[in-house]
């Protein structure tokens, strides 16, 4: 966010207009903030630096046939996700994190879920890391201030109370 500052305000904005009454951001706020949520910025961190930029490493027990390439058994198979998530075509300019790239863009979406693998061996932690995602990024930007927000988005003259309840923002 400190690289980013006009996509901190972008993210703020919207949590602060579906959020206006100070309280943090729950899991149910998720499709009222489309920007904070999978559409957008979670997606982009993962695309940006993802966490398996080669996956896990597969064996082939039987050989394969990938384009004109003979794979023999035994194999060891790893797909260069990062390279996936960095092509041109797709991804225009990506080194830049901009969220809004998958604004709209449903192809931009469903290229970008090799982030958690592919087949029947792809994660099976998908839906607790999106959910852990979303809600840590939402709740950071709903407390975190600087120059791009100088007060913290629940700031109404009281805290959250949930915040309060765990003794932070007195
Ligand atoms: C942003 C977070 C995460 C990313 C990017 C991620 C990514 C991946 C990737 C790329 C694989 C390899 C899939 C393949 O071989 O095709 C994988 C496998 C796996 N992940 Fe995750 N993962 C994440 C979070 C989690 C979480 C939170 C859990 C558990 C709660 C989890 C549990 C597993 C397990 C058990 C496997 C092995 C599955 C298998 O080989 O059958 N992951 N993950």
């Not at 703020?12 to 149910?28: C, D, E, F, K």
């Not at 489309?34 to 695309?47: F, G, I, K, N, T």
């Not at 901009?98 to 087949?119: M, W």
Request: proline share 8%; aromatic share 10%; with cysteine.
């Amino acid at each position: 966010m400190a690289l980013y500052p006009a996509v901190q305000r972008e993210a703020q904005a919207g949590i602060y207009h579906v959020l206006s009454n100070g309280t943090v951001p729950q899991l149910s706020d998720r499709l009222s903030l489309p920007y904070v949520d999978s559409e957008c910025m979670m997606w982009e961190v993962l695309r940006w630096k993802p966490l398996a930029p080669l996956g896990l490493p597969h064996l082939l027990t039987k050989h394969d046939v990938y384009k004109d390439c003979y794979l023999p058994s035994g194999s060891i198979i790893l797909v260069n996700i990062w390279s996936i998530l960095q092509d041109l075509r797709m991804f225009p300019h990506p080194e830049m994190f901009n969220p809004s790239r998958f604004l709209d863009d449903k192809k931009a979406l469903e290229i970008v879920d090799c982030i958690f693998g592919f087949g029947r061996r792809a994660c099976p932690g998908v839906n607790f890391a999106e959910s852990s995602m979303f809600i840590a990024i939402a709740i950071a930007l709903s407390q975190y201030c600087n120059a791009a927000y100088p007060t913290p988005l629940t700031f109404k003259g009281k805290r959250s109370r949930t915040m309060s309840s765990i003794g932070l923002g007195q």
